[in-house]
């Protein structure tokens, strides 16, 4: 079965005036505020932000008031992209099931020689990744839980009875995923056949949020991070357990790893650290 990765073509979780309103949250800045400090009339900031429409002078503007990067956000704006085009890497693929307007990712990692796999979060309908593994023939060892919302994780009973004995792996402070998963920290690795999975603790988008970097491809590749909903594809996920947390999670954690490091976001499309380094509006702002 041939099998096109969709996380590959997926549009940007996040638009430029989608940034502005993230932006907006963490200051906890209203419209009104954001008026007085940009001198933008605050009927035209509400326009901006419904309809998506700034001039390039004004979303600079907003963007330089907020303290976001002004070049990436208009790179942004103007239909910038990141990531491969294809995987270099043999033993990734993502998958993206609906869930509102939008849609979630979740991926396997295996190791072809091998014949076992490790699942990434469940997403909203599993059914995708359990044929793609049956269809290969992929048994599961692990599965890996970036973070508990239910958009993520909502099928994992489904995985479950069909790989009974993989352990699922998650984070402190998200227990109420299984009663009989694994709560796991820093440091602790897995190993998917030749490929290690290394648990990185990142919390911000909720207190036990982890990341999942899988490393050790014959080739030699760098690897892949699986984020969750830690940062996106020119943007960062919502900071709903704390934003300075997040924020060090992202720079002192995973923007420390080789640069060509792959990014498997749980919305949007892969990137690379190098590339968010470069392209992420809200990487190395002054929110
Ligand atoms: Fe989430």
Same mark, same amino acid.
């Given at each position: 079965?041939?099998?096109?990765?969709?996380?590959?073509?997926?549009?940007?979780?996040?638009?430029?005036?989608?940034?502005?309103?993230?932006?907006?949250?963490?200051?906890?800045?209203?419209?009104?505020?954001?008026?007085?400090?940009? /001198?933008?009339?605050?009927?035209?900031?509400?326009? #901006?932000? %419904?309809?998506?429409? =700034?001039? !390039?002078?004004? &979303?600079?503007? $907003?963007?330089?008031?907020? /303290?976001?990067?002004?070049?990436?956000?208009?790179? #942004?704006? %103007?239909?910038?992209? =990141?990531? !491969?085009?294809? &995987?270099?890497? $043999?033993?990734?693929?993502?998958?993206?099931?609906?869930?509102?307007?939008?849609?979630?990712?979740?991926?396997?990692?295996?190791? !072809?020689?091998?014949?076992?796999?490790?699942?990434?979060?469940?997403?909203?309908?599993?059914?995708?990744?359990?044929?793609?593994?049956?269809?290969?023939?992929?048994?599961?060892?692990?599965?890996?839980?970036?973070?508990?919302?239910?958009?993520?994780?909502?099928?994992?009973?489904?995985?479950?009875?069909?790989?009974?004995?993989?352990?699922?792996?998650?984070?402190?402070?998200?227990?109420?995923?299984?009663?009989?998963?694994?709560?796991?920290?820093?440091?602790?690795?897995?190993?998917?056949?030749?490929?290690?999975?290394?648990?990185?603790?990142?919390?911000?988008?909720?207190?036990?949020?982890?990341?999942?970097?899988?490393?050790?491809?014959?080739?030699?590749?760098?690897?892949?991070?699986?984020?969750?909903?830690?940062?996106?594809?020119?943007?960062?996920?919502?900071?709903?357990?704390?934003?300075?947390?997040?924020?060090?999670?992202?720079?002192?954690?995973?923007?420390?790893?080789?640069?060509?490091?792959?990014?498997?976001?749980?919305?949007?499309?892969?990137?690379?650290?190098?590339?968010?380094?470069?392209?992420?509006?809200?990487?190395?702002?002054?929110?």
């Amino acid at each position: 079965m041939d099998y096109v990765d969709v996380v590959l073509r997926l549009p940007l979780e996040d638009g430029a005036c989608d940034i502005l309103k993230k932006a907006l949250d963490i200051k906890r800045w209203s419209t009104s505020a954001l008026s007085s400090a940009s /001198g933008v009339e605050w009927a035209r900031i509400e326009r #901006i932000l %419904a309809m998506g429409d =700034p001039t !390039p002078e004004e &979303l600079a503007g $907003l963007a330089g008031t907020l /303290g976001l990067r002004i070049e990436p956000l208009l790179a #942004i704006q %103007a239909g910038w992209r =990141p990531g !491969p085009r294809t &995987l270099p890497w $043999l033993g990734i693929c993502g998958f993206a099931t609906p869930f509102l307007d939008w849609t979630v990712n979740s991926f396997v990692v295996w190791d !072809p020689d091998e014949g076992t796999a490790g699942v990434v979060d469940t997403g909203t309908d599993a059914s995708p990744m359990l044929e793609f593994l049956e269809a290969r023939g992929l048994g599961v060892s692990h599965i890996f839980l970036t973070h508990g919302h239910s958009d993520h994780v909502s099928r994992l009973q489904a995985v479950r009875e069909r790989y009974p004995n993989a352990e699922v792996w998650h984070g402190v402070e998200e227990q109420v995923l299984c009663t009989d998963g694994r709560v796991v920290r820093a440091g602790m690795e897995a190993a998917i056949g030749r490929i290690r999975v290394r648990v990185l603790e990142t919390p911000g988008h909720t207190p036990g949020s982890l990341t999942f970097w899988a490393s050790g491809w014959p080739e030699e590749s760098a690897g892949v991070a699986f984020v969750g909903d830690l940062v996106f594809a020119g943007s960062i996920g919502r900071p709903s357990h704390s934003y300075e947390l997040l924020q060090q999670s992202l720079h002192e954690g995973i923007l420390r790893l080789p640069g060509e490091t792959l990014l498997g976001c749980g919305h949007g499309p892969y990137t690379t650290v190098a590339e968010e380094l470069e392209g992420n509006p809200v990487v190395n702002a002054l929110l």
